[in-house]
């Protein structure tokens, strides 16, 4: 009898427990079905959204193990030769127009006064004003809208059209119209390419990689006036826009099937992540979001600083042309004096970025692999005292008419300065704000070529009046006295941050 019990209670028990197991499967069946259900819907929901044609939807669903930080070296090699080469773009074509003075001025049959206003007030300050104004919109929308690689071919359209049309163009108001809109497309591609970078490589590698993004830059800016001034010379000053079109093409399909997207939304919890579409990004985007940063303090006084330094670059550009009534210089050799900043600031560049990820990288290794954003700054020390003393040399140096080897020594020592300052800087503030990376590039534009437009307007006559050597003496002043924003920021920038809550928002 109790045999028979035991019996009984054992198969009782196997019996409980197996329920228990089969009641167990069912759960975990009830599960997976309903993860299979949700993933449907997101399926759907995905087509939906491609099919949804108007909208231009990004709906690329990433996984967590897709990090473009995690990509391998050649294909980030790759991104980064890209982003360098659309780089070009934008100083390329602000610079090539240079050389083509005289020609615009016989084709448009102004007097030598219009003329003169015309390039000095509409056509550089004009282009340089929407150089600043336009990434301020892309660098926030691209941050919301989550799809750099649409904005690029938006871009670089918006640079293809324009350029055709200067080609053709008849009218001088049509020329200026057009020019803002290459402004425009241009200009766009730099905070495009911050946020990529951002976007593809760690803290520790930045530096390196801004270096290699800004030599494009910088090649553009050196290579413009040489091809502008043979150009001009050789087949007219419209082959400039026919070439700058052509140029933009080649970049657009380049993009188009080589550049992978790079952008993930890093502040969802959940694995899988849906970008805004193009309209919910037009109406969630206000232009004037990243003008929000300038509460921060480490961000205004750094844009402070900078801003002073665009005015000794932005000056010596309109004053190179000069060139031709002091030292008595064609247009094609005034072209090939802009070789001495572009030289400058490619080596500036280069040597800046990798100095800077070094004294990055040799602090981690002092403190256990610890660090902070301003640790960077330490690397610009070197050029912020090499730029004012180059550039107040290179005005006295033309205000006595020494002979032009000087002056051109001076502007390669303070390119090369100005670009050591530049790149610490700029990944100071994607290090600072990863998350808001473009348009923190962005407001790096706009504030500093809003000014510029002023200093291009103001050199002429101020020269005039007080001699190019008192104008660069002030401008060296003024930078001198700029550079405590910039200790500010190195001792009191961390704990600024820390005290700052973005919450991925402005």
């Known amino acids: 009898m109790n045999n028979n019990q035991s019996i009984e209670i054992n198969v009782s028990e196997e019996t409980l427990e197996s329920s228990n197991t089969n009641l167990e499967k069912h759960e975990n069946l009830a599960e997976l079905q309903e993860t299979k259900r949700e993933s449907s819907e997101i399926s759907e929901i995905t087509l939906i959204d491609f099919a949804d044609v108007a909208d231009i939807e990004s709906t690329t669903i990433y996984s967590s193990y897709d990090d473009p930080k995690n990509w391998s ?40 006064n219009e003329c003169n206003e015309f390039l000095n007030i509409y ?30 071919l938006i871009a670089l359209s918006l640079f293809v059209v324009p350029s055709v049309v200067c080609a053709l ?78 140029l933009g093409c080649i970049l657009f399909l380049i993009i188009f099937f080589f550049l992978p997207e790079t952008f993930r939304r890093n502040n969802i919890s959940s694995s899988l992540q849906l970008s805004y579409t193009l309209k919910q990004a037009f109406q969630k985007v ?21 801003s002073s330094i665009w005015a000794f670059m932005y000056v010596q550009n309109v004053i190179i042309p000069t060139f031709s009534d002091t030292y008595k210089l064609s247009s094609f050799t005034i072209g090939l004096t802009f070789l001495a900043p572009g030289i400058g600031y490619l080596i500036g560049s280069v040597i800046g970025g990798r100095y800077s990820d070094y004294v990055l990288a040799k602090y981690e290794s002092d403190h256990d692999g610890q660090s902070y954003p301003e640790v960077r700054l330490k690397s610009i020390w070197i050029g912020s005292i090499l730029i004012p003393i180059s550039y107040c ?17 001076a502007m390669f020592i303070g390119g090369t300065g ?11 503030l994607v290090d600072s704000y990863p998350e808001f990376s473009a348009s923190a590039i962005a407001l790096s534009d706009f504030i500093p070529c809003t000014l510029a437009t002023a200093y291009i307007i103001m050199t002429v006559p101020i020269r005039n009046a007080i001699g190019i050597g008192w104008l660069f003496t002030i401008l060296a002043s003024i930078n001198l006295l700029s550079i405590s924003c910039i200790i500010l920021v190195y001792f009191k920038g961390k704990n600024w941050r820390e005290k700052q809550n973005t ?4």
């Open 393 to 409: 040399a290179f005005g006295w140096l033309l205000q006595f008419k020494i002979n032009l080897i000087f002056p051109i020594i």
């Open 503 to 506: 919450n991925g928002n402005l």
């Open 123 to 152: 056509v550089v300050s004009v282009y340089v004003f929407f150089t600043g104004t336009a990434p301020l919109f892309v660098g926030g929308f691209s941050d919301v809208y989550g799809n750099r690689r649409h904005l690029y």
């Open 169 to 246: 163009v008849k009218n001088v108001w049509v020329l200026i119209a057009m020019r803002s809109l290459q402004a425009c497309g241009s200009s766009s591609t730099q905070c495009l390419g911050a946020g990529v970078i951002s976007d593809i490589y760690v803290p520790t590698e930045r530096g390196r990689a801004y270096g290699i993004m800004y030599l494009g830059f910088y090649i553009g800016d050196l290579g413009g006036p040489i091809i502008g001034g043979y150009l001009t010379e050789s087949l007219g000053f419209k082959w400039i826009f026919w070439l700058l079109a052509s």
């Open 286 to 306: 206000n232009p004037l979001i990243p003008l929000k940063l300038l509460r921060f303090p480490n961000v205004a006084l750094k844009i402070v600083y900078m």
């Open 73 to 112: 070296p050649k294909k980030k090699i790759l991104i980064l030769i890209i982003i360098s080469l659309t780089s070009m773009i934008s100083p390329m074509a602000n610079t090539m127009y240079y050389p083509a003075v005289i020609d615009v001025r016989h084709y448009f049959r102004t007097t030598d």
């Open 418 to 428: 100005s670009l050591f300052v530049f790149n610490s800087t700029i990944t100071y």
